[in-house]
């Protein structure tokens, strides 16, 4: 115990109404990446919002080399050697890499901001973290994982010993991953303490020394990464056995629902794929492949220069979101947050707001209507929510991504076009988006998923369409699936 770097004793953190930890256990040592497990509302962000001086504790004691400290604020906390790489990047994409890194710690000749200084010291940091890049370049020129870099690069100059890494992984390639990783061994050979937390299994059996769950605000166990496996957490994380994880009855897909033919875009070339009722049709391929933009285009969101959408048989005279619903075709976009939903809003609102036209007619608001319509998203969805008054900013994202597909399914649609539906929510709630998919392609609805998870696109799909560099470069049915054709088609080669 003696030789911890971290130590989080008997945690305790209570809001109004609700016990958001209760008597929290945590500790990491020097070189160790412990992984942090729970579904979403466990308390993870809670925890480690108390341990960067945003939150102070109504309870227990944190100990950092063996020292007891209280933070006031997050000054205290990076004073002390703990720094924060968001899942949503902190960086001010107008200033330099320098000035990002050095940010309200400008260094000055006299009274003078020294860039040229800046400059200097930036780079070695970068080259710490692997990163070959001008300090001097503005960061809205550098690509996900390269801001990610300048982010470590950033804790690195603030003396971090203690670093917390909150979704790491969600927006970056590949091998945007792969450089991460090498980062994080060179840190652990550093002494660095990493919290590493995450909702890709794969990657805390990659990474981590030891993994902790939580639920429900609790400490419920921590396990050598070595000693433990997927299920085991699983359970741990749930309370229960999830006995079905992914849930697909493969049945015999129907007429054809949704035809794209040759259509090209800035980010997309001669696309064409077809889509039939009760059929998944995945789409799979690195960032930048121009997936999420052709199903943007597709839809009527984004501008395309050449071909045609066909939906049910009929030409899409005019590719126009409210035209493409009104057809019957619909798209779950990737960000809820910033695209799918009015987060400031309450369930009801969100959930009722692509069918107004219902529920209001003649400026009178059927009331016994739009309670229906709620009602019946709640109970199918099995979303929890205390009252449809609930703003949605304050569910789980598991809850948030089931009100968005709520939205959509109160449309009644032919075609769902899911975009990364699972992305950033818990196991057991991607286990009942996985549910959900699988009864709505029992109904005959055609489903085309983009997804980045290999397991799911494999576990999910009938056929799958793999895109590579704005080209679709593969179509497989379920039986050539494997992970070794999948990238091939994806990478090259």
């Known amino acids: ?56 504790p109504d309870g227990g004691k944190i100990y950092i080399d063996g020292e007891e400290v209280a933070f006031s604020g997050v000054l205290d906390s990076q004073k002390r050697g703990v720094s924060f790489i968001h899942q ?103 002494n660095v303490g990493i919290l590493y937390i995450s909702h890709k299994m794969s990657e805390i059996f990659d990474i981590t020394d030891r993994v902790m769950v939580m ?62 009722r009760g059929e998944v049709l995945g789409f799979y391929g690195l960032i930048g492949a121009g997936r999420s933009e052709l199903m943007q285009a597709v839809v009527g969101f984004d501008p395309h220069s050449e071909g045609e959408v066909w939906v049910g048989g009929k030409k899409v005279e005019k590719t126009d979101p409210i035209v493409s619903q009104k057809m019957g075709m619909v798209l779950v976009p990737e960000s809820r947050k910033t695209q799918g939903l009015f987060l400031n809003n309450t369930v009801g609102f969100n959930m009722t707001i692509a069918v107004l036209d219902e529920f209001i007619k003649n400026l ?32 789980s994202g598991g809850n948030q991504q089931k009100v968005v597909l709520a939205k959509w399914l109160a449309t009644a649609p032919e075609v769902l076009i899911l975009d990364e539906p699972t992305k950033g929510i818990d196991v057991g709630a991607k286990a009942e988006i996985y549910t959900i998919m699988n009864e709505l392609a029992k109904m005959g609805i055609a489903i085309v998923m983009v997804s980045s998870e290999l397991n799911e696109i494999i576990n999910m799909c009938d056929r799958l369409a793999v895109m590579r560099e704005g080209r679709i470069t593969g179509m497989l049915d379920r039986r050539e699936f494997a992970q070794e054709a999948i990238l091939k088609y994806a990478i090259g080669g």
Not at 128 to 155: C, H, T, W, Y
Not at 158 to 164: E, K
């Open 1 to 56: 115990m003696s030789g911890s770097l971290l130590r989080m004793e008997k945690i305790s953190k209570i809001f109004p109404g609700v016990k958001a930890l209760n008597k929290v256990d945590l500790e990491l040592d020097p070189g160790e990446v412990l992984g942090i497990l729970g579904e979403n509302g466990a308390g993870k962000s809670t925890l480690m919002n108390v341990l960067g001086g945003i939150y102070r």
């Open 88 to 190: 949503e990047l902190a960086l001010e994409p107008h200033l330099t890499v320098s000035e990002n890194i050095f940010l309200g710690r400008e260094r000055k000749n006299g009274f003078l901001v020294s860039r040229k200084r800046m400059n200097e010291e930036a780079k070695k940091y970068l080259k710490f973290v692997g990163l070959d890049i001008d300090p001097a370049n503005n960061v809205s020129r550098l690509s996900m994982g390269q801001q990610q870099m300048v982010e470590i690069a950033k804790a690195l100059s603030l003396n971090a010993q203690i670093i917390v890494m909150d979704e790491p992984t969600s927006s970056l390639s590949e091998n945007e991953v792969k450089t991460l990783f090498e980062t994080i061994h060179t840190l652990k050979g550093h």
């Open 215 to 276: 639920r429900d605000g609790c400490y419920i166990a921590a396990k050598k990464t070595k000693e433990t496996n997927a299920d085991e957490l699983i359970y741990m994380m749930v309370g229960r056995k999830l006995e079905s994880y992914y849930v697909r009855t493969f049945n015999k897909p129907e007429s054809t629902a949704l035809e794209v033919k040759n259509m090209t875009g800035n980010a997309f070339r001669n696309a064409s794929f077809s889509v039939k």
């Open 364 to 395: 009178r608001v059927n009331r016994k209507k739009e309670k229906s319509i709620i009602e019946k998203g709640v109970r199918d969805l099995k979303i929890k929510t205390p009252s449809a008054q609930q703003l949605v900013c304050n569910l």
